[in-house]
């Protein structure tokens, strides 16, 4: 299995806020947010194994800034570190200014997806090699937030979560 980088994984997803997707204040439903970034994800996933991909987590969802009725909103998600079957995906979304077509970072979210086989079961997927800084920096910190989740649900001795460890040493 080939190698592969996050760039082999961007995928971007451009969208108009419409009125059915807001709030009573004109803002954009934050469940509305949440689902277009598990489909751009989910796509950077599959770009990533070239397989059926299944999202195993919300890691992470930070909603920085309201999102406006009209708006133009941009998801960019790619892979930020494979493991064995699964993989972190990082996702930065933007606004658009009205005026100006100025962008400005809202949100970020990190998801977790698991490849699988036509049965549902998970299946290896290729090694990731950051190029980036911020993609260098981002894959070291996943292994923390994967070992941090696998200690909170029991599967993890906090004895052997080296990375975190590390954080406190």
């Known amino acids: ?24 204040i004109g803002n954009m439903f934050g469940g509305e947010l949440l689902a277009r970034m598990d489909r751009a994800a989910s796509i950077a996933a ?24 009209g ?6 998600a790619k892979v930020s570190r494979a493991f ?3 993989m972190e995906v990082y996702m930065d ?25 036509e049965t549902g079961r998970p299946v290896r997927v290729p090694e990731l090699l950051p190029e980036t800084e911020i993609e260098k920096s981002r894959f ?17 001795k906090p004895k052997d979560a080296t990375e975190l460890k590390a954080l406190f040493q």
């Open 46 to 69: 599959r770009r990533h194994s070239r397989r059926i991909v299944v999202t195993a987590s919300v890691n992470h969802v930070a909603f920085n800034k309201m999102i406006p009725l």
């Open 140 to 156: 070291i910190a996943a292994l923390r937030r994967k070992q941090l989740s696998l200690v909170l649900a029991g599967k993890m």
């Open 93 to 117: 979304v933007y606004i658009e200014d009205r005026e100006s077509g100025e962008r400005s970072l809202s949100n970020e979210a990190i998801y977790t997806f698991v490849a699988v086989d």
């Open 84 to 86: 064995s079957s699964s």
């Open 71 to 76: 708006s133009v909103v941009t998801v960019e």
């Open 1 to 24: 299995m080939q190698a592969k980088t996050p760039k082999d994984s961007l995928t971007i997803y451009t969208d108009m806020v419409l009125p059915s997707e807001t709030n009573p």
